[in-house]
């Protein structure tokens, strides 16, 4: 401890050093916040159900969007009979009838246009001959009928947006034409109008039957913090939960790789002979091995859950080219007196390997340790790119793969691709800042440069 | 002298002998992984045992058969089928032995599915198609990157300490991510918002990518995003270690008495610096040409750039093993050629190489 002190002391010096580590933390803190706070099993579930997340808008920007403009986005609005100000009325009229009217309203006060119009409605009722009309009530009063005479069933939905009767009778896209301010402007300019709307659904039933639930979703254009995608899916689960899985991927495999080849060095250095030449052999048959697209192979065929791909990027990089570098410095090493006076003294070979031998060159590659972590961070993202990550796993790999197969450049969904491409370069800057900083640290020769 | 040619020989010799031995074990290992362990097999036989019975079913003249002739008849014409394929030899260690001896012999057999811009189904002529244009990508991005490279570090190790020199260095971190990473950036400034470049492929939709003369200009179009992706991807962390490299030896007591004799500057960086720093740099150039060999797949499938990369995801996809082995194993063939041909560029470059082994030439 005492000689870590001054180091730290000169951790000043090197203001990347500390720019890297606080990045991480950031991560780490992030990653360590998602797994308690959304635990892995309820995050595997959400993801891939598609039940609880019909009142999410499609493809909606994250809400701070608004931070860049002088207009505020439109947010989903959700309006339903249980709220302030919505009516139902009953009326007897006579014959075993009755008139039955319900007012939804809802206050629009966003610059832009909601995305799409959903409406559904609840029935409690026996006589299956029942029909209701709907209209539409702008704030300046004007009426628009969406639906005349519906025949009504007991549980329904009613998609206003892609009614191709109500977008013929409006011009256009009924989601805009319902709220549109001046219908004589040009379409770039068209403004949406604010206020109070309405929505009314008038029935005649018989006096038994009811109506039972109403409610009007006006799906926003932003969506929380990390928009949603093309199923509705609120990004923000993959976002948070990318983190924690590339921090363990990266770590681990960096540790699982970087450590096996090292020992594995120290100990065929040490004892020389048939084992060193097996392993030499070994590591030059594995540059030759084509790494990724054996992995990619095997992922395709048996996909594996992330961990088995862990394990088997862990057996690859076993024998990789620092292999012999290790050797290297261990051959220099090994020449030292206090091998021999270690010996004299009757250390065991393994004793020797562990306590003298690796400990003296594993401070010199902790740089390198630090600085292969992104590869591994990005090697994850490689594979879920090409649709080939953990089947299960929101990750941010799986983001930009399921971004690019909807053509979201093309579309200009651009935060799709750019949020956790922003994400995955964090963690991999951070780890990479850190790492080139301790090179300079460890290796004096670099430091005066 | 002729020692010393004889060992090299020598040394050439169990060089390539190596090397063509580490190609086996990689391709029988992809031959074992792509075929299932044999898994496929089983797979093909239930289709052509659900194809016989349709096609016995549907034949009214072989209905008329009775039960035990249709047996018959289905058995003699699956037995056929197996035998056509040369499936009536057991997977393991047979048929594996035969796929892995064609697949070095560079008999790559035909495709089910994927066929070649020239309708052949030989998995030949599909990877003969697609191999110029990964050669073309990578060649010029390879070739750029190591100019710029060494040119940006010696100037950088010149002036040391210049705020150009800080950018590199604070810039060395970026070369973490992969090119792919890059490239979908590069698509979305050029292509989506710009919209002054092509979104990928190598020609224009609808055309045919053509090696001449007049294509040349749509040729640069389609391949300046892929291949500043790579560049961006590599360089920042090459002019670091390089530019570290260079100021290190410039220390050294030799180039200290270079330029007390008096040498230009030139001269010094050229016969006093370059020369011996060149064998680690062109090593770990060669060592990242071999990782971007494979590790492009995503790039092509990013930029749709028609290469052995993106034939490759697609065979993955399609279970086309002839397809998955053929890559492979030309995948091996260029690593082979890449690390053999770094044996030989250190012989050129370190004189301490170039007598062979063992220390000779007194």
């Known amino acids: 401890m005492r000689r870590f002190l001054p180091a730290l002391k000169n951790l000043k010096r090197y203001p990347s050093l500390i720019a890297g580590l606080v990045l991480i933390s950031i991560f780490v803190v992030v990653s360590i916040y998602t797994v308690i706070a959304i635990p892995y099993s309820e995050a595997t579930r959400v993801w891939q159900s598609s039940g609880e997340r019909t009142e999410n808008p499609k493809l909606a920007r994250p809400v701070w969007f608004d931070w860049f403009t002088s207009e505020q986005l439109p947010r989903t609005i959700q309006v339903s009979l249980a709220d302030e100000g919505a009516t139902l009325t009953e009326e007897f009229i006579g014959g075993g009838l009755k008139r039955v009217e319900a007012v939804l309203p809802f206050e629009y006060r966003y610059d832009g246009f909601p995305s799409e119009l959903q409406m559904r409605m609840r029935w409690q009722f026996e006589d299956q001959r029942a029909f209701a009309s709907v209209y539409w009530r702008k704030p300046d009063g004007e009426l628009i009928t969406l639906y005349d005479g519906v025949r009504v069933r007991a549980s329904q939905s009613l998609y206003i947006s892609s009614e191709q009767d109500l977008r013929a009778r409006l011009g256009m896209a009924p989601h805009e034409g319902l709220f549109l301010l001046d219908t004589t402007v040009p379409r770039e300019e068209r403004q949406p109008m604010h206020g109070t709307y309405e929505v009314i659904v008038r029935a005649e039933l018989s006096e038994t039957d009811s109506l039972g639930a109403l409610s009007l979703t006006v799906y926003g254009q932003v969506h929380g913090w990390g928009g949603t995608d093309h199923q509705r899916r609120d990004l923000l689960l993959p976002l948070l939960w990318g983190a924690p899985i590339g921090l363990a991927f990266g770590v681990l495999a960096a540790i699982g790789a970087q450590m096996s080849t090292f020992v594995l060095a120290g100990i065929s250095t040490w004892f020389g002979g048939k084992l060193e030449r097996v392993f030499i052999w070994l590591t030059q048959v594995n540059v030759i091995l084509p790494v990724l697209p054996i992995l990619i192979m095997i992922s395709h065929l048996y996909q594996p859950r992330i961990w088995t791909i862990l394990g088997l990027v862990i057996a690859m990089s076993v024998f990789s080219a620092s292999m012999l570098s290790y050797r290297a410095m261990f051959l220099q090493l090994k020449e030292s007196p206090y091998f021999e006076a270690a010996q004299a003294y009757g250390a065991g070979n393994f004793r020797i390997i562990f306590r003298y031998l690796l400990p003296r060159i594993a401070p010199t590659l902790l740089p390198q340790f630090v600085m292969i972590v992104p590869v591994f961070v990005f090697l994850e993202a490689t594979l879920a790119v090409l649709n080939l990550g953990d089947p299960y796993l929101p990750t941010w790999g799986k983001m930009i793969n399921d971004a690019q197969t909807q053509g979201a450049l093309y579309h200009g969904h651009y935060y799709w691709i750019v949020l956790p491409s922003i994400l995955l370069m964090g963690v991999g800057f951070g780890f990479a800042l850190v790492g080139y900083s301790l090179d300079r640290i460890f290796n004096p020769r670099l430091r005066d440069i | ?362």
């Open chain 2, 1 to 362: 002298m002729k020692g010393a040619l004889g060992r090299l020989g020598k040394y050439t010799a169990v060089r390539l002998v190596f090397l063509f031995l580490a190609v086996l074990v990689a391709v029988y290992a992809t031959v074992l992984i792509a075929n299932m362990g044999g898994e496929l097999d089983r797979i093909v036989e239930v289709q052509i045992r659900h194809e016989v019975g349709v096609a016995i079913a549907m034949n009214p003249e072989w209905q008329r058969l009775s039960w035990e002739e249709q047996e018959a008849l289905a058995a003699q014409m699956i037995e056929t089928q197996l035998r056509r394929r040369g499936m009536d030899e057991p997977f393991f260690p047979n048929r594996s032995l035969k796929f892995l001896r064609d697949a070095m012999t560079l008999q790559l057999g035909r495709a089910r599915l994927i066929k070649s811009d020239s309708h052949s189904f030989e998995v030949k002529n599909i990877l003969l198609e697609r191999l110029p244009s990964t050669l073309l990508l990578f060649a010029t991005a390879e070739l750029l990157l190591f100019f710029i490279t060494l040119f940006m570090a010696l100037f950088l190790s010149r002036r040391y300490g210049s705020f150009l020199d800080r950018v590199f260095i604070a810039l060395a971190p970026t070369s973490a991510a992969p090119g792919w990473f890059y490239g979908i950036f590069l698509i979305l400034i050029f292509a989506a918002l710009f919209r002054i470049l092509p979104w990928g492929g190598m020609a224009p939709p609808g055309t045919q990518p053509a090696f001449t003369l007049g294509f040349i200009g749509t040729l640069a179009k389609h391949m300046t995003l892929p291949v500043t992706a790579i560049i961006i991807s590599a360089v920042f962390a090459g002019v670091y270690s390089s530019r570290t490299f260079f100021l290190i030896y410039s220390t050294e007591d030799h180039v200290e008495l270079a330029k007390a004799k008096g040498l230009s500057s030139r001269a010094v960086e050229r016969r006093y610096i370059l020369r011996p720093t060149m064998p680690p740099i062109i090593t770990g150039f060669l060592l990242l040409l071999i990782s971007m060999w494979m590790g492009q797949i995503v790039l092509e499938t990013v930029f749709n750039w028609p290469g052995l990369g993106q034939v490759y995801y697609q065979a993955i996809v399609m279970n086309e093993t002839a397809v998955i082995v053929g890559v492979i194993v030309i995948y091996g063939y260029l690593l082979c050629a890449t690390v053999f041909l770094l044996d030989f560029i250190y012989a050129i470059l370190d004189p301490r190489v170039r007598v062979g082994a063992g220390g000779g030439g007194r």
